[in-house]
């Protein structure tokens, strides 16, 4: 019912910035709490950052608090990622991902209802 489609990834040198976008389909987005999630190679899938619906509340990964910032334009759709100072440790594929069942953003990628395809994000050293 709700489809998402990541953009944005790219290849950047430590210290450069990206922006991710999230676009959605569907005429509840705007009820639905959304959030971003990373996955390394060799790694489980992580939660990153999430914003409700209503507030907003928002969570943001304690190792990205200060570089990263989420937001989201319910006139359009869309849902941000901002990304700023990245580290090679930021190297992941990032999926968006979003949830009707909560007023606060999940941690947990299981209570979350509708994914993307993912967007790779690359940062050299």
């Known amino acids: 019912q709700v489809q998402l489609v990541e953009s944005g990834g790219g290849v950047v040198q430590a210290g450069g910035s990206l922006r991710l976008s999230c676009a959605a389909s569907?005429?509840?987005?705007?009820?639905?709490?959304v959030g971003w999630f990373r996955q390394a190679p060799g790694k489980e899938r992580e939660f990153v950052a999430g914003?409700?619906?209503?507030?907003?509340?928002?969570k943001i990964k304690d190792s990205v608090k200060g570089r990263f910032t989420i937001s989201r334009d319910n006139a359009k759709n869309t849902m941000y990622l901002q990304m700023n100072s990245l580290k090679p440790e930021d190297t992941a594929v990032y999926y968006c991902?979003?949830?009707?069942?909560?007023?606060?953003?999940?941690?947990?990628?299981?209570?979350?209802?509708?994914w993307g395809q993912g967007t790779q994000v690359t940062v050299s050293s």
């Open positions: 991902a979003a949830t009707g069942r909560f007023t606060v953003p999940p941690v947990l990628r299981t209570w979350y209802d509708y």
């Open positions: 569907g005429r509840t987005f705007s009820t639905y709490t």
């Open positions: 914003i409700s619906a209503s507030g907003p509340n928002i």
